[in-house]
């Protein structure tokens, strides 16, 4: 029936049908008896799906959460064991040590984002320095919370483009625009980026990090009710660059960077199965 209402109708923004064409449309209409059966049993069947999905929105609340605490435990040195071969490299030791807002393990140390990663540096590409078919990311592209890319636009032949960022494969993308939406994205490509967007080199920082586990620093329960708080401007706060080089980082031995992102993936992995089980 519904496909037929939709062929019918008529109007563009505000579709409708006229009372002529609906008076045209065919209804099977049962014994009066099998009607009084099918009632109940369409009654039913219409309160098990409203319960259904009350309960699908609370799984997902809950698998959310679950995320969430993962990257709290992982932030914090709390989710996979601390190896006394694994120690900090000599750069890391010769960072100027910062108070951090919670305890971390003894051969964890807490630095700025400024003097542990080149925050800020970024190179401006103009519309004619952008080549055809070049990859345009805007915000509104990545998905909230999980830095999921929802879709890929291309530079066309003749397109205007305002200045853009430009990124390589395996920069960290960082919305500083509305930073409490938790836009964080690890560049599986080169491309362009809005202005709200600050890509990070990792692999030229002064420091070795994993790229992983800047996104889950990034992306942690933590760091984005504090930017939150740090961002000025009402309708589109934003985190300014000087407020976000002083924010602290905690930095783990390389080896268990590593290993803690394993752990995240995994866990991740089968957060989003269980969610695509819910749709």
Not at 141 to 169: A, C, H, V, W
Request: aromatic content about 6%.
């Amino acid at each position: 029936m519904q496909s037929w209402l939709n062929e019918n109708s008529v109007g563009t923004a505000q579709k409708g049908i006229y009372l002529k064409t609906l008076k045209k449309l065919m209804l099977p209409i049962p014994p009066l008896a099998e009607q009084h059966r099918i009632v109940p049993v369409m009654t039913d069947a219409d309160a098990m799906i409203r319960s259904l999905s009350s309960h699908q929105k609370v799984l997902q609340e809950k698998i959310e959460t679950v995320q969430a605490k993962v990257l709290d435990l992982a932030i914090r040195g709390r989710l996979v064991e601390q190896r006394s071969e694994e120690t900090l490299s000599e750069e890391v030791l010769s960072l100027p040590e910062v108070e951090g807002p919670f305890e971390i393990p003894d051969n964890w140390k807490w630095v700025t984002l400024g003097s542990a990663l080149n925050y800020g540096n970024v190179s401006n590409a103009e519309s004619e320095d952008i080549p055809d078919n070049g990859w345009i990311l805007e915000l509104e592209d990545i998905e909230k919370n999980t830095g999921r890319i929802l879709k890929r636009e291309y530079k066309k032949p003749g397109m205007k483009l305002s200045t853009k960022r430009q990124f390589s494969k395996g920069m960290v993308l960082y919305s500083k625009l509305r930073p409490y939406l938790n836009k964080v994205v690890l560049a599986d490509d080169e491309g362009y980026c809005t202005s709200e967007i600050v890509p990070i080199n990792v692999k030229d920082a002064p420091v070795e990090l994993d790229a992983r586990f800047v996104v889950y620093w990034l992306r942690s329960p933590w760091f984005v009710a504090k930017t939150n708080s740090l961002s000025y401007g009402v309708k589109m706060p934003r985190l300014g660059t000087k407020d976000a080089k002083q924010l602290p980082i905690p930095v783990p031995p390389l080896a268990e960077q590593r290993r803690i992102c394993e752990v995240i993936e995994a866990l991740q992995d089968i957060c989003s199965k269980l969610t695509a089980l819910l749709k």
